[in-house]
């Protein structure tokens, strides 16, 4: 749990405090709405390609910021398969049917919480989708149907609620709840947020924390933050973190010490109570 969040050890319904205007019975809102999806990469799993060809059909997408963190390995060996059959898919995958990607190359692995300071900063719009590359989640159900520019506007940052992970759990959860304290496990696997509401992550936290420092930030800008929920999603969790912590352990040591010390030593999580 970050600095000044105190945990009330409830989950609230945000239906009491986030209104949408116009006639509930027109889509307009939903349907005009653009999102930049912003993407840092190493290319170590093959979903990223199956979640670019879902982001390109998807209205509301507007661009997918690819921050390409390892660019010798788009076409090197340790690449991914390009000509791949995911579960729910059977195409071959070609970046000439992509339309809506930038790719932003660095010359080096800036690590992920830099990669989102510049994804952020690049974004041609105003509304944010910060995106694992190895989630599979079915964004077109959470834009169309269950985010609007309300959100956006009425609250800090939204992350996807850890019970979301659990197949016999994630129906039972509201599509968005308010909450006074950071989740932890999934939040930042994909989060939405204005851009107005994203406070740029210190130098410090190159790898972990982010989201937490996000939710804190506008938590102390006097802003609820909300998860997720009533939707399925799936991860393989922190690829790329496992591949930096095997090479050298003590980069994200030092970024454990960091976060405690400007937390003065709080747990950097809680755990949603049911409410």
Request: charged share 25%.
């Amino acid at each position: 749990m970050a600095k000044g969040s105190g945990n009330t050890g409830k989950v609230q319904s945000t239906r009491t405090t986030i209104t949408q205007t116009g006639d509930p019975n027109k889509n307009y809102l939903k349907q005009t709405y653009k999102i930049s999806f912003i993407i840092p990469t190493m290319w170590f799993n093959s979903r990223i390609f199956s979640l670019i060809e879902r982001l390109e059909a998807l209205p509301n997408c507007d661009e997918i910021l690819i921050i390409d963190n390892f660019p010798s390995n788009k076409n090197g060996d340790n690449l991914v398969r390009l000509n791949y059959s995911p579960t729910k898919y059977n195409s071959r995958f070609e970046w000439k049917d992509i339309k809506k990607v930038r790719i932003l190359e660095q010359k080096e692995n800036i690590y992920v919480n830099p990669a989102w300071n510049l994804g952020v900063k690049e974004a041609r719009n105003d509304l944010i989708c910060l995106l694992n590359d190895d989630v599979y989640i079915d964004l077109y159900e959470v834009v169309m149907n269950k985010i609007t520019p309300a959100h956006f506007r009425g609250l800090g940052i939204m992350g996807m609620n850890p019970f979301c992970y659990m197949k016999d759990e994630w129906r039972k959860q509201e599509d968005v709840a308010t909450l006074d304290f950071f989740v932890g496990h999934g939040f930042g696997c994909c989060m939405f947020l204005h851009k107005d509401h994203y406070y740029p992550i210190p130098d410090d936290l190159k790898i972990w924390f982010g989201d937490n420092w996000l939710f804190l930030k506008n938590q102390e800008a006097g802003l609820k933050n909300a998860v997720i929920g009533n939707h399925w999603i799936d991860s393989d969790m922190s690829c790329t973190v496992t591949h930096i912590n095997k090479k050298d352990p003590s980069v994200i040591q030092k970024e454990i010490e960091w976060w405690a010390s400007y937390t003065e030593g709080e747990p950097e999580t809680s755990t949603i109570a049911r409410g």
